[in-house]
């Protein structure tokens, strides 16, 4: 560490930036400077623009502790309004002015004498930091699907999350590839302009209510007037999906409860029993991430929507040809294809002690203490990193955790005058075993999803509610590292 305090990069500048970067500044770490590839801050809620784009956890939830919103105009809210939020505590918390823009990170590499990682850019500029702190999310790559043929589309074709706002279904015969947790959200806005719509889906999704509704201007002045009221609102709906979360255990009782309201939901909102057959999911719930919406499903009962399971066979200039080689013309497709998601930092080339490469040590899957260090890679933490995403329950939540343990690991550097802290390779290995024993109890080894990598390990979610992760990151364990 070449200063004290000691200079802190971060990559991104969505909700995990942000969250780490307040967190160290308020405790006096304040040499800090975010980079972020694009024009603007926000992460997945800069990016993802789609019809529809918001989020199924409840606002009063996914937003900071220490910075709750009395003006959500809903409880769940959509893109633009978590994307204003975000600018607004960017500024109230004077992180605005830290972000460099334009600034992709390509490399990262450690340098064993000064203690320092420099950090390289897409054009080829570098900066070198003590602490480099990763929030680059588990959901910033879109994928197009592996289909042949997808490159000769003559007609217009865009992912859900680059979404071209020139495009106007109006009157048009539309394609829509995918029906995860995006697809859900915008079908039913393509469907209301579509002249016909074809939803290829390949899996069907267990599919919830969703308990929305606008806060009123009166419920907005109690927020302001009466704190605690948007506090128990916050605790409340942190209090329910504590309980969601128990479900994705194997076993649980409170899965057999989602499944029966899925399935309810289902039954009165789609009258039809062969549409009701092709949306009825064939792996355990929760396996998927569970889906939430009340347009969803009458969206798809229209006459002019189609729901084809048969699967994509190939792409042609003017259309999908489908499993069954039968082939459908459209004007336009839709890729709700979601991301790459065990990219984890693939995409940056991250070198550690001794020329160690982060690709190499995670080549059968990431993995990491506590989500947030690996051996090898002094000084580096992973915000949002390997088994911390949630399959039910607020991200914002887990990311002030890691945000809070991060900041301890600083205060002890500084406090101690250590230069590097690495966690060490036993500490980590028996956290690992740790978590693969419950993992292993877990539901999402039961279906393919984008939780697992190929090699079989669930490397993106943690297996459980938040608190216990809040619990466990809570103190540091000075004796899980090396400080030097
Ligand atoms: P996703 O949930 O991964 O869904 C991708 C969809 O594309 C799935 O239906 C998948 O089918 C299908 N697909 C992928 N490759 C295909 C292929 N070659 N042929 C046919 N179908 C294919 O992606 P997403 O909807 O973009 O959401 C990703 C994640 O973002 C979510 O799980 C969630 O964590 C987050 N998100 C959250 C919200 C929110 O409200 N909080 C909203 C949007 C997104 P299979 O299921 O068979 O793989």
Redesign the pocket.
Known sequence: MTSIPPSIGIIGSGFGALAVAIEMQRAGHTTIRLWERSGDLGGVWRD?TYPG?????PSPLYSFSFEPNPDWSRRYALQEEIHAYLHHVADKHAISPLVQYGREVTAATWDDQGSTWTVTFADGEQQTVDILITAVGQ?SRPTL???DGIETFTGTSFH??TWDHDFDATGLRVAV???????V?FIPHLAKKARELLV????ANYLMPKPDKPYTAFHRKMFQLAPPTLAAERGGIWAVMEQFARGLDDASKVGKINKAIAMRHLKSQVKDAGLRAKLTPDYPIGC??ILFSNEFYPALAQRHVDVITT??QRVTPTGVIDDQGVEHEVDAIVY????DAQDFLESIDVTGTDGAKLADQWVDGARAYLGMYVPNFPNLFVTYGPNTNLGGGSIIYMLEAQAKHMRQAVDRMTAGGYATIEVTHEAEQAYDDELTEKLDHSVWSHC???YRHKSGRITSNWPGATKPFAQRTKMLEPEAFSWA
């Open positions: 993802n784009a918001g989020c199924d956890v959901l699907p592996a289909i859900s999350a590839v995918g029906s995860g947790a995006s697809a959200q290829f889906q390949r899996s998927k991430r699967g994509v709700g294809t979601g991301f393919d999803n984008w």
